[in-house]
């Protein structure tokens, strides 16, 4: 799960990240509005955690503009005070919910949490290829009935593989869907994690469906 953060004071921004990252959420932090519209346009997240008050565009401007070009990511306003028309400006510009300043950590969450399943429900909650099931609300494994463990970067690999198969997707969309903006390039993470998905997914079972595509990437599906 991917989470932009939309935040111009550093230390707000920094404490929050790392708290959603200790939840192994990936997390990529804007610090104007200007580039949270360029970033919601370039990558998919699954939530969108905006700040209302930044410096040149405002919060409930961003937002307005992201529903504007059919951007639908749950998105959670952070409002400084609790002014009754701050949150209704928020919630009629297409805000999901909405979190008071100063907030506990462990709220964050729970709202984080919820938005999420919000924007799960959205789509299709389920996913089922040959005899995988990927339950995406309650983040489960099945294959052939019986669970299969997985990290939530390995779920999350998974997921990805599965929404697209049987196409192959590229090394750089894992990065991109799986990792944050900090990843590095240079490290073999990618092909660490697809291994260990192997081991879980096709160890012992027939047929193998995690398939690495020479020069290309990976693949899940059956053997061509
Ligand atoms: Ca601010």
């Keep these: 799960m991917r989470i932009l953060l939309v935040e111009d004071e550093r230390k707000v ?8 990252r200790e939840n192994t959420y990936a997390v990529d932090i804007a610090t104007t509005g200007e580039q949270a519209l360029e970033m919601a346009a370039s990558a998919n ?16 401007e961003v937002c307005r503009e992201l529903r504007a070009s059919r ?3 749950p998105i959670l306003m952070l409002t400084a005070r609790s002014l009754v028309e701050q949150r209704v400006e928020g919630l009629d510009a297409g ?3 909405y979190l008071v300043k100063p907030f506990a950590l462990a709220e964050l969450q729970a709202r984080v949490r919820a938005l999420i399943r919000r924007g799960l429900n959205r789509r299709e909650g389920t996913l089922r290829y040959a005899d995988l099931e990927i339950d995406r ?7 052939n009935s019986l669970t299969v463990p997985l990290t939530a970067k390995e779920f999350a690999l998974l997921e990805l593989l599965v929404l697209r198969a049987p196409e192959i997707v590229t090394r750089s969309e894992i990065e991109e869907h799986v990792w944050d903006a900090g990843f590095d390039r240079e490290s073999n993470l990618v092909e660490v994690y697809i291994n260990r998905l192997r081991q879980k997914i096709d160890h012992g079972s027939l047929p193998k469906l995690i398939h690495t595509v020479r020069g290309a990437g990976y693949r899940l599906g059956a053997p061509q």
């Design 71 to 73: 951007i639908e990511t």
């Design 13 to 20: 921004a920094s404490f929050v990240a790392r708290s959603l």
């Design 95 to 97: 805000a999901d919910d």
């Design 137 to 143: 609300r309650r983040r489960q494994v099945k294959r």
């Design 45 to 60: 997240y699954d939530a969108i955690l905006l700040d209302v008050r930044l410096p040149g565009l405002s919060g409930v």
